[in-house]
């Protein structure tokens, strides 16, 4: 329901709803390099690339991804 509530709204200004898949690993996705790690537990709280070796707050990190991910979509 507000979903359905925000997209009318976001119509209502102009401006674009994009969803992205639920299932999209943007915690264990590297925002710098596109690896995605296999396991993260939901204790771990920072995310450390074992490739690029960037070490970032896991919050911030799925952030950047859901960015990432809402710009590309915007590009089709």
């Given amino acids: 329901m507000f ?4 997209e ?3 119509m209502f200004l102009g ?3 994009l969803k992205i898949d639920k299932w999209f690993p943007s915690s ?3 925002s710098k390099c596109g690896n995605v790690k296999e ?3 939901l ?5 450390k690339c074992e490739f690029c070796g ?3 707050d896991r919050d911030y990190n799925g952030a950047l991804n859901i960015k990432n ?4 979509m915007l590009k089709y």
Avoid: A, N, V
């Fill in 43 to 47: 204790s771990e709280r920072s995310y």
């Fill in 28 to 30: 264990k996705t590297c």
């Fill in 8 to 10: 009318y709204k976001l």
């Fill in 69 to 72: 991910i809402g710009k590309e």
């Fill in 54 to 56: 960037i070490e970032i």
């Fill in 39 to 41: 396991e993260l537990k």
């Fill in 3 to 6: 979903l359905r509530m925000l």
């Fill in 15 to 17: 401006k674009q709803f």
